[in-house]
């Protein structure tokens, strides 16, 4: 294979062989027998790693064989020379990691540290705790309790917020990986998301509450002047009262319901290994609930320790950003109409039991 001047590549430590493999191996990639191509190429990268003709052919030879690989459904071995080939560092790690999150969603593998982070080991990182939540659950209050359990810095682990999801960003997880961090951010569980859980060693806590009583909560917190945060912010404002919960549950409550599926898939899977936690169950018990979230995620606190938490929280109330706080808001505010829509919308998750946050799935409404 030429150099951009034209010239062959000059063979490393004297050794005519990496040529002949090279040579060799390139032939049957130019007869398309990508198979036969690999095994040579490979042993002239491991005699010659840093000669460029042999990584380009190493490349060529991975991308060919993984695209045949995933065109023929074997997302596995596709899985496989797409690790290969990250391992060679090439300058396109972006379209390559895209590649690979395709090839780990159809395998369903999971995804490993090296595959976003090579220059960072498992036993590098610090313990990050992520509270996965429905807004206006209280995961501000939980935010900061397990601060003030832990002493963990507060990170934020997305890319931006206002109107944006609230996925993880591989740039600031790699900023603070060294680090123990707690976050709380609104985000599903997406196969990107998933990947990056898994490859951090991350155990999330998914923090969820009645969908009737966030229908409410979240129509006051819009009142209140939040609604810039959503994209009624233009109507919001000449909507009368019962047209404003019906525009939550019309336009917002779909997003609370694939949350929840998101992350029971998760887990019922196997991909994710995580702890689901009720507003109900927190604010009827807060310092039990901060131990029983301890206690998952393998740290040894005190009953003690956990409500002095939970008292350094609750004393601080612009922190945790509580409203009413109220459970049960959402049954007499609701009504029947309205709370059939949000069983019915439900109804569209054959698989998923959301009676825990107490929407029961319904296909049709009684006019």
Not at 29 to 48: I, K
Not at 120 to 131: N, S, Y
Not at 299 to 316: F, I, L
Not at 350 to 357: C, G, K
Request: proline share 4%; glycine share 8%.
């Amino acid at each position: 294979m030429a150099t951009r001047s034209g010239a062959a590549a000059a063979p490393e430590r004297g050794d005519n062989s990496i040529v002949d493999l090279l040579n060799e191996g390139m032939r049957l990639a130019n007869r398309g027998d990508m198979q036969g191509a690999r095994p040579l190429v490979e042993r002239a990268y491991a005699l010659s790693p840093g000669n460029k003709d042999v990584r380009g052919g190493l490349t060529r030879i991975y991308l060919s064989l993984a695209a045949a690989y995933f065109n023929d459904s074997d997302a596995t071995r596709a899985l496989d020379v797409l690790r290969r080939h990250l391992a060679l560092d090439p300058p396109d790690q972006h379209d390559l990691q895209i590649n690979l999150m395709d090839c780990l969603s159809r395998s369903g593998e999971k995804a490993v540290l090296g595959d976003f982070a090579r220059g960072l080991k498992p036993d590098d990182l610090g313990t990050h705790i992520l509270i996965a939540c429905m807004p206006k659950s209280g995961s501000s209050f939980l935010y900061q309790t397990m601060h003030h359990l832990t002493g963990y810095r507060g990170a934020s682990l997305t890319f931006a917020y206002m109107r944006n999801e609230q996925d993880l960003y591989l740039p600031q997880m790699l900023q603070v990986a060294r680090r123990h961090t707690v976050t709380q951010q609104h985000c599903r569980a997406t196969q990107a998301n998933i990947a990056l859980i898994q490859a951090f060693g991350i155990r999330p806590v998914i923090l969820v509450r009645n969908i009737h009583d966030i229908v409410v909560s979240l129509t006051d917190y819009y009142d209140q002047g939040a609604i810039y945060n959503s994209f009624l912010s233009g109507h919001w404002a000449s909507l009368p009262a019962t047209q404003r919960i019906d525009a939550v549950i019309d336009h917002i409550v779909p997003w609370y319901l694939s949350f929840y599926a998101s992350w029971v898939e998760a887990c019922d899977s196997g991909r994710v290994e995580g702890l689901f936690v009720s507003y109900e169950a927190m604010t009827a018990d807060k310092p039990g609930t901060v131990a029983a979230i301890a206690r998952f995620l393998g740290m040894e606190k005190s009953p003690a320790e956990c409500a002095a938490a939970v008292a350094r929280a609750d004393g601080d109330r612009t922190a945790t950003r509580m409203n009413k706080g109220v459970t049960g808001r959402g049954a007499q505010r609701l009504t029947d109409e309205q709370k059939a829509r949000i069983a019915r919308q439900a109804g569209a998750y054959l698989n998923t039991d959301f009676s825990p946050i107490g929407a029961a799935r319904s296909v049709s409404v009684r006019g």
